[in-house]
């Protein structure tokens, strides 16, 4: 018999290469305004080495490679970014940017997408960025490659494109905080855990899509992720 009084919600997880074994999901972090030439676009007058912020997104709200996404309700204007994502095996707080990578499992790409109108209305009124970031289906994310398998390049070409067309592109070596010091910095506000997944910011090129685009995002020497975008759903 069950100890719970409802169905227990499934396990968020990631395919891992090379492997059929599974990386669990406890939580999704993000990390904003991480690419100067991004900051720029956005003309959001920030300080352009701000300490980074970050906010979630829900476990639940992952899309595999080769899925689908449904257009999201109350927005009207959808926008991709392309990530690197790190996913962590091993906990701890204010872990020193020294032994930052120790806790590393892993690297991925993913898209964060986001409600830019309902995000820029939160930003207008002080308000929490979750309803244009933290929705369903907000975060595609591609299988995991062990980092004993691709190592810790902090050079790695980041593209994205649409429809076939090229949108964004740029390297991991032009995030304004690296990815030591986004887990170092992360872990004096969280306890990280196995199973956290760092979204690690975008660069230039965001955009709008729409139902029936196909979205497709890489990190080099990582697995690759598509999706395609579908009408709304109708409930």
């Keep these: 018999m069950s100890p719970f009084v409802i169905p227990r919600p499934d396990i968020a997880s990631l395919p891992v290469t090379g492997t059929s074994a599974r990386f669990p999901v406890r939580r999704i972090y993000c990390v904003g305004r991480n690419y100067l030439a991004h900051v720029r676009e956005m003309n959001e007058g920030a ?3 701000d300490p980074p912020f970050f906010f979630q997104k829900p476990a639940d709200s992952i899309v595999h490679d080769g899925e ?3 257009y999201p309700t109350l927005t009207k204007s959808l926008h991709h970014e392309v990530e690197l994502v790190v996913a962590i095996s091993k906990g701890g707080a204010r872990i020193p940017q020294e032994q930052a990578l120790d806790h590393v499992f892993g690297y991925g790409v993913g898209i964060d997408l986001t409600r830019r109108d309902l995000q820029t209305v939160a930003k207008d009124k002080g308000w929490p960025w979750e309803m244009g ?3 369903d289906h907000s975060a595609p994310l591609s299988a995991l490659a062990p980092a004993s398998e691709v190592g810790h390049r902090a050079d790695l070409a ?3 494109a649409v429809n076939g067309k090229t949108r964004q592109s740029s ?6 905080w690296s990815v030591p010091e986004i887990i170092s910095k992360l872990s004096e506000h969280y306890r990280l855990e196995p199973g956290d997944i760092i979204m690690t910011g975008t660069p230039e090129g965001v955009g709008a899509v729409a139902a029936g685009d196909v979205i497709e995002a890489s990190v080099e020497g990582l697995p690759s992720l598509k999706v395609t975008l579908t009408e709304p759903l109708s409930s």
Aim: no cysteine.
């Design 158 to 160: 980041i593209t994205l």
């Design 171 to 176: 390297t991991v070596a032009h995030m304004t």
């Design 68 to 70: 689908n996404v449904p």
């Design 133 to 135: 970031k933290s929705f």
């Design 47 to 49: 300080d352009e080495r």
